[in-house]
Every structure is written in C-alpha cells, then in structure tokens.
C-alpha cells in the first residue's frame, strides 16, 4: 500500500511515503504535487525507490499535514440518504427532489483552508450549529497524453490518482441563511476542509471495485468516542469516474484537484436533526473529538476549538438609497 503525507519534522516540513509506521521525505524540492504532477505510475515506481533507500523518520515523531495543497476542491452531494435526511431538517420536507437524480451537483469550497488531522478547528463568528461531514474525496493525477477535458467515465478513471477522507466542516446555521438567496454556501463552509490522513494510490483499491465501478468500503465517524453514523462508499448514486467525468465537461480536471463524495448516510448531524426532528445529537461544542474512518484509507481525527467572537454580517444598504443615487447621477 502506497501512502503519500505530508508532515512536519523538526524545523521544517516534508513530503514523501509513510510505510510500516515509517514516514520516508521525497528528494529535496520535491512535493506532492511532484507526484501528481507526474502521475500514478511513476510515483508508484518513486515510491519503491524513495522507501528502499531514503532515511525512516518514525510516524509516531511527525506531525501529520493535509496531504496536499489542492488546486480546486469540488464537493458533490452523491448520497441519496443524506440529501433526504438534510433536506427534511433545512425544509420540514421528506424525499428528494427530482433534479437530484438527473445529474451530479457539486459546489466549489475554499482550498486555502485546509487542515489536515490532529488540528484544531476553531467555531466560526455567528455558529451556533457546528456540524461535521463525513466524506471520501478522490485525488487527481497526470494522465500521460490527456488535457482533462471533456471526459468520459473511462477516462475519467485513469485520472483518480489515490483517495484520502474529508471532513466538509459546516456552520448550519450560516448555511440555511444563505442559501435560501438560491446560491451555494459560502461562510457556512469555507472557514475548514480537513483532509487526510494521507493519500493513498488508486492502485490499492482497483480489484475492489464492484460490476459497476463502486467501491464498498465502510466509513464510519465518531465524536466523543460514540458511533454517530456509518455507511458504505458504495451507496453513492454515482462512481467517481462519473463524479470525475462530469466535472470535466466543457471545463478541465487537473493535477491536484479534490472531488469529494459528499456525506455518507448518517455522516453528519444535520441529516440525524431532520431524521429525529430535534437537534439530537447536539451541535458540536468546544472540546468534542470527531473521528473518522474509512476502510483502506486510515482515519483523520480533530477537536473543536473556541468559537471565534465577532460580528461578520454586513447589511445591504436600502434600495430607496440607490434608486437616489442613480437619480442624481443622471442615469
């Protein structure tokens, strides 16, 4: 199994291979996106050498990072549980809607802040509904001879370079207010992504792939040390060859791109809150502890920090304002 982390050590920070609770650093000025860049093949062949020959540092010594500086991270929202169970506790309405199952639909969140495990994630100014999500997100890679562009599943593919497990941190309540403007999250989302542990190479989960292109592998978070949710990968309503594919169309997937797979059944409070019809279990508070885990892949695991005290809403100025100004203006 071929595992690429980032981490820091001593005074500075590595990129390379963790193998038998090793971590081995890549050649000076090499990175991950080294290895993205150069695509699943070679790096499977670096892996070897660099494990073979390159100094053991114990992983019990480093502190882990995200495992890559993402150029974009797309999420999508794959699972049919979770989208009826939200959407009962955001709208007081049971089902899916019908759009949902015409074609994937994803947002793009903020890859400038990312963590990796073992940080602490602070509570946004305004949360009073702190909610984790429960995720596996593929990583792309170089394909030799391909752009990226205009994909179809099969090609889509070769471009999975590893996958690794993302929590989409959420601020509920920032999220509802937004969204009912009839456009995306944006505060509710953008203040945390964690991913990690590490990446691991495609490579290791292509004989489990299911007749259709799924993988069933289990994920499964806790907070507290209690079990909240579990599921399997494979209850996605798509692979993600399609989730890659789709993204690509008349636009371009790139080296070092994230498409997560959108929360798993019972992957996160929101779902529960519309399933139970009360807050149960309650929103995340300063000091819990969310674990998760996804089979193959390892486990990521982060406190909740302080909620960061401020006041961030600006309200829009009056429209009677404007309609003067453009008066006066002669407009």
């Not at 070679?42 to 073979?52: C, D, F, M, Q, W």
């Not at 909610?131 to 596996?136: A, P």
Request: aromatic share 6%; with cysteine; hydrophobic share 40%.
């Amino acid at each position: 199994m071929v595992k690429i982390a980032r981490w820091n050590h001593g005074s500075g920070t590595q990129s390379g291979f963790v193998d038998n609770g090793n971590c081995y650093a890549l050649p000076a000025r090499q990175t991950v996106q080294t290895l993205l860049d150069a695509g699943l093949e070679e790096t499977l062949g670096l892996a070897r050498r660099v494990i073979g020959s390159a100094a053991a540092v114990p992983l019990a010594d480093v502190q882990l990072l995200a495992p890559l500086l993402p150029a974009t991270i797309r999420d999508f929202v794959a699972f049919e549980e979770h989208v009826e169970g939200v959407r009962k506790s955001i709208d007081g309405v049971a089902g899916v809607v019908p759009e949902w199952y015409e074609a994937p639909t994803f947002y793009f969140t903020n890859p400038h802040t990312v963590t990796g495990t073992g940080e602490v994630i602070g509570i946004p100014a305004g949360c009073t509904d702190l909610d984790f999500e429960t995720e596996v997100a593929a990583v792309v890679g170089r394909v030799p001879g391909s752009d990226g562009r205009n994909l179809t599943a099969k090609q889509a593919h070769r471009h999975i370079f590893g996958y690794t497990i993302l929590n989409d941190w959420s601020a509920r309540d920032l999220q509802r207010r937004e969204m009912k403007v009839s456009l995306g999250p944006c505060k509710g989302k953008d203040f945390s992504n964690t991913l990690g542990p590490w990446i691991v190479t495609a490579d290791e989960f292509e004989d489990r792939h299911d007749g259709e292109g799924f993988l069933p592998i289990s994920m499964a978070v806790e907070v507290n040390g209690e079990t909240i949710g579990q599921d399997l990968l494979s209850n996605m309503g798509w692979p993600f060859a399609e989730l890659v594919a789709y993204a690509s169309q008349d636009s371009v997937v790139r080296p070092g791109d994230v498409l997560g797979s959108g929360t798993c059944g019972s992957g996160c409070l929101a779902e529960l809150w519309g399933r139970n019809g009360s807050k149960t279990p309650p929103p995340l508070k300063t000091g819990d502890v969310v674990r998760m885990t996804a089979e193959g892949i390892g486990t990521i695991e982060n406190t909740v920090g302080s909620r960061r005290e401020a006041v961030t809403r600006v309200p829009a100025r009056p429209r009677r304002n404007r309609v003067a100004a453009a008066a006066t203006s002669g407009t």
